[in-house]
C-alpha cells in the first residue's frame, strides 16, 4: 500500500494490511481472495448480509481487513500501567487488529446451512485460520526490519458468527508504541 504518514501507528497498521494482502498474492492456502481489503478505522465490519446503501451482499464478496483497536499507556509491555509515572506515559500498547470476513451459506439460499455446508465453512474457516497466523508471521519480520527491537505478540485470533449470512476471524496483535519522553 505504501502510504507514508509520520504516525507510528498508521505505519504498523499498513504493515499489518501488507502482509495481509500479501498472503493471497502468494496463494498461500485455497482460500478464496477477498473482493475487498480496506484499511478500517471503525468497529470490525458490518454483519449485516446486506450493505444499506448499495444492497450489496458484502459477505459473500469478502472483505480483509486491517484497523487500529484499543491504545493504552504500557511501561512494562503489554501490561497496561496502573498509575502515572513522572514522564507519563512512557510507552504505549497499540492493538491492531486483521480480519476476513466472508459468508456462511450461498447468497439467496432460502433454507438453513445443510451438513455439507457446515463441514465447507469448518474447512474455510480453518484456512483463514491459517491466513491469519502467516499475515502474523509476516508483520514480525516487517516490523523487526521497520523497527529493530520492537515489542508485539498476538492476543487471540477469534471466529466471530455466523450472524446472519456473515463469519469471521479475526486477529489481535498488541504492538509496544515508541516512548513519548
Given at each position: 500500500m505504501a502510504i507514508e504518514l509520520k504516525n507510528p501507528g498508521f505505519r504498523m497498521a499498513?504493515?499489518?494490511?501488507?502482509c495481509l494482502q500479501e498472503q493471497f498474492a502468494e496463494g498461500i492456502v485455497d482460500?478464496?481472495?477477498p473482493g475487498q481489503f480496506c484499511?478500517?478505522?471503525n468497529e470490525a465490519p458490518i454483519t449485516d448480509d446486506l450493505d444499506p446503501?448499495?444492497?450489496?451482499d458484502l459477505?459473500?464478496?469478502g472483505l480483509g481487513w486491517v484497523r487500529i483497536g484499543n491504545t493504552f499507556p504500557s511501561s512494562?509491555?503489554?501490561a497496561p500501567d496502573d498509575h502515572t509515572r513522572p514522564c507519563f506515559p512512557t510507552s504505549w500498547a497499540l492493538e491492531l487488529e486483521a480480519g476476513l470476513l466472508r459468508c456462511y451459506v450461498p447468497a439467496g439460499q432460502e433454507h438453513m446451512a445443510t451438513c455439507a455446508q457446515h463441514t465447507d465453512n469448518a474447512i474455510a474457516d480453518s484456512l483463514a485460520l491459517r491466513i491469519?497466523?502467516?499475515t502474523a508471521c509476516c508483520f514480525g519480520t516487517a516490523l523487526e526490519r521497520a523497527h529493530p527491537g520492537r515489542?508485539?505478540?498476538v492476543n487471540s485470533i477469534v471466529v466471530n458468527g455466523p450472524r446472519g449470512n456473515c463469519i469471521d476471524r479475526t486477529m489481535s496483535i498488541l504492538v509496544q508504541s515508541p516512548k513519548c519522553c
Open positions: 499498513s504493515l499489518l494490511f501488507d482460500y478464496p481472495t484499511l478500517r478505522a446503501i448499495t444492497g450489496e459477505c459473500c464478496t512494562s509491555f503489554p491469519l497466523q502467516e515489542l508485539w505478540f
